[in-house]
Every structure is written in structure tokens, then in C-alpha cells.
């Protein structure tokens, strides 16, 4: 039977055959892309198909972080805290490349890397600031179980920033951030046509995830190994 560790390595080794399959359809598969004009799309363009699963990925992490939560407050075990802030860690680098790769994409589109008028990039900026601050409480607070329980009411309250950001430029009136899906106050649809452009991105979401779940996989494994060496070392003192 397999142990935990060789699991983790095997989906490390599936992750990074997807992720090299998903590199190449960005790169080689896809067609040359076109505006809702008709017009011939830069190669700038491609940044959305590491932009959009990146940060669905960040909210993924965060929704762990409060499914996590909730758990502990219920049952009280310690793991799900080490879930918790693993998956906060995790999500707070993905939202941080959210930023990053939004900015780059905006400066293509806009000439700007960062304009207040576009609601989505605002909010972003708030769900990272509110993840930010749900792991600077934690390094504050020395009490282990006070610690947890906090960190764990805050990551609840906090997740409400995930839909804020996801549904802003559906509910606030923004024409700069583009709407590749469904409708919103633009009334009018998603930018996203053909079967090619659609099966990348799905096989894009598919290797952020597997990223996700490998590094959250190595990361708890890290957590609990650092947590028993530091308990035989108090045994011993």
C-alpha cells in the first residue's frame, strides 16, 4: 500500500506532466485569437490563460481555508487548523500572482499597469490585504489554541472577500475588466468562442489545481513533520 509521501510524489509527477501539456497549448495549440471586432489579438493576449485559473485557484485555496475553519470550531482537531493556514499560504501566493499577471495584462490592454477604475483589480488588492492580515494574526498571537480558534472565526469572516472579488464586475458597473463569461452589467456575453481556446483553458484550470493540491499535499506533510520534531525535542528537555 501506498504511504502518503508516495502519493504526493506521484501527484507531483502528474502535475508537472499536465503543467508542461498545458504550457505547450498556450504556446503551439492555440489558433491566433481575435477580438470581438474581428480584430488580430497580441500575444499578450495568452497571459489570460495563466491569469483566469490562477486566480480561480486562489479562490479554491481560500475556500479551504474557511471550509477548514468551520471544522475546527466544530470538532476542535488540530489538522484542520494545519489545513487551514497551509491553504492560506498557499492562496496568498496565487492571489499575490493574481495581481502580477492582471497588471501585466492591463498595461498591454490599458497602457497602465494598475487603474482604480477597474473594480476587479481593486478588490483583488482587498481579498490579498484581508489574507495578508489572517496570517499576520496568526504570527501575533503566541497561544496555540486561542490562536487557532481566532485565526479560525477570521477565516470565515474574511471568505467573504472570494465572492466580492469574483462577482465585482458583475455587480459594479466595469467596462475595463473584460467579462469572458456569462453577463453582467455590460449586457453583454462572455468573450470566449471556440473549441480550441475553451479546451485550454480547461486543461489550464486542471494543472493549477494539481499545483494547488501538490504544494497544499507537501506543505501539510512539512507541517506535521516540523510539529513532531519540535515535540520529541520538549520531551527531551
Known sequence: MLTNFQKTKI???FTAIVMLI???MIFFYLPQMRGGAGEL???SFKIFY????IAITSYLAFFVVFV???LYLKKGTHNWDVLARSSAEIGLIFAALVLVTGSIWGHATWGVYW???DIRLVTSLVLFLVYIAYLMMRQAIEEPEKRARLSAVFGIVGFASVPLSFLSIRIWQSYAHPLMFGQGVQESGGGLEGTSLKLTLIVNFIAYFLLYATILAYKVQNE???EEISAKKQSLE
Open 224 to 226: 506535521n513533520i516540523q
Open 11 to 13: 501527484l507531483s509527477i
Open 41 to 43: 489579438l497580441g500575444s
Open 22 to 24: 498545458a504550457n505547450y
Open 68 to 70: 477548514a475553519s468551520i
Open 50 to 53: 495563466f491569469h483566469l485559473p
Open 115 to 117: 487603474t482604480w477604475n
